[in-house]
């Protein structure tokens, strides 16, 4: 028998169905020792009515690339000494030294609070090479001084995974499968593009004019597109049983890839008395408050994932809302709703969530 919190959460996801907020959703719950509970909704794609949502679709995971490629690989250079998060950049960043982001930190960075222009416009501001476009935007003014404000921009990651590129002699997209990914068990993650078998299961975003299509294993982020794919904004393409590794390593590290300390500095607040609040990267959860301990990070194509270490869970839900519109709105409450539901305290005499696939 389904518990009454699974039954409120398949009655949530299904209304984003029917209501086409998304074509369909991926969801799951869990702790430490894997899925507590998970299901489907919807389709995969609305032009394929036979074609149902499955617990293995790929999902373009959009900004989450921020947290499974920049700020897992930042943290695993940072427990390896390779990074001090406090240093001025052009203390040891050739790149940036006489520039203007000179000033700034890791930790700036990370808690968006670098003082870096609001949008990143890379094209128009810096053409289609990718070297000219490193250097603009290594190079670029400050919006403002940083740590007088937190204001989150695309840039911050992009400049971070430049940043692991330069420390590590890799390219971003090596580093991450190659320290954070494969150790994990995270298999079926990746930047795109994707092979075409691996297209066949995405779940498709929005419609692209050039192609006449809507985009399909091609990350739907221009800036990560015009970079071929790999960048700290977006790109990156996982399935759920992976976002469920990821997120049990943060629950209980091992020494796999980044450890405890970092997961711990990252999941407290970082910007004092400044707003909105923010960790390292994460940020908590809105209509919580600090003895929840509930902490996000979304996706612009309709993904999310929720940890709490006070709770011992987590919780992801994955769709493709971009399939139909960019109107915020009905998925925030979504994902506020869901969130509620996935991190609360099971109904008493729940002992536990039962898996189900819908």
């Keep these: 028998m389904t518990t009454p919190s699974t039954a409120r959460i398949e009655d949530l996801l299904q209304t984003g169905v029917r209501e086409e907020v998304y074509p ?14 998970s299901g489907t909704v919807g389709l995969l794609d609305p032009d394929r009515p036979d074609e149902p949502m499955r617990l293995d679709s ?11 490629a920049v700020w897992s690989t930042i943290g695993t250079l940072t427990d390896e000494g390779k990074l001090d998060l406090h240093a001025p950049l052009d203390t040891f960043w050739d790149e940036v030294a006489g520039h203007p982001l000179g000033r700034a930190t890791a930790h700036h960075l990370l808690t968006h609070t670098a003082g870096l222009p609001l949008r990143a416009n890379l094209k128009n501001l810096y053409g289609t090479d990718p070297q000219d ?33 330069h420390l590590s002699g890799q390219p971003l997209n090596r580093l991450a499968t190659d320290h954070v990914w494969h150790p994990l068990g995270m298999t079926h993650t990746r930047f795109g593009p994707l092979p075409a078998a691996e297209a066949a299961r995405c779940a498709p975003t929005e419609y692209d004019e050039t192609t006449g299509t809507h985009l399909k294993g091609t990350a739907h982020d221009f800036s990560a597109r015009l970079l071929s794919g790999v960048c700290g904004i977006a790109g990156t393409f996982s399935v759920l049983d992976d976002f469920a590794l ?18 711990k500095d990252s999941l407290r607040l970082q910007t004092g008395a400044l707003t909105p609040a923010r960790g390292l990267f994460w940020h908590p959860a809105p209509g919580t408050d600090a003895a929840e301990d509930i902490w996000v990070h979304y996706g612009f194509t309709g ?3 929720w940890i709490s ?14 399939r139909f519109n ?33």
């Design 246 to 263: 990821f997120l049990r390593h943060m629950l209980a590290p091992t020494r796999a890839a980044f450890g405890p300390t970092w997961i």
């Design 326 to 358: 960019r109107d915020r709105e009905p998925m925030t409450e979504i994902r506020n709703a869901f969130r509620a539901t996935a991190l609360t305290t099971p109904d008493p005499g729940v002992s536990t969530w039962r898996h189900v696939r819908s």
């Design 309 to 322: 270490p006070a709770q011992g869970r987590w919780a992801v839900l994955l769709t493709n809302k971009l």
């Design 303 to 305: 993904t999310g994932m």
């Design 58 to 68: 790929v999902f373009d995971v959009a900004s989450l690339t921020k947290i499974l």
């Design 133 to 165: 476009i490193r250097d603009g935007v290594l190079h670029e003014a400050l919006h403002r001084p940083p740590g007088e404000a937190v204001e989150y921009t695309d840039r911050a990651a992009l400049i971070l995974g430049y940043l692991a590129e």
């Design 24 to 37: 369909g959703a991926v969801w799951a719950v869990g702790d430490a020792d894997g899925i507590r509970a």
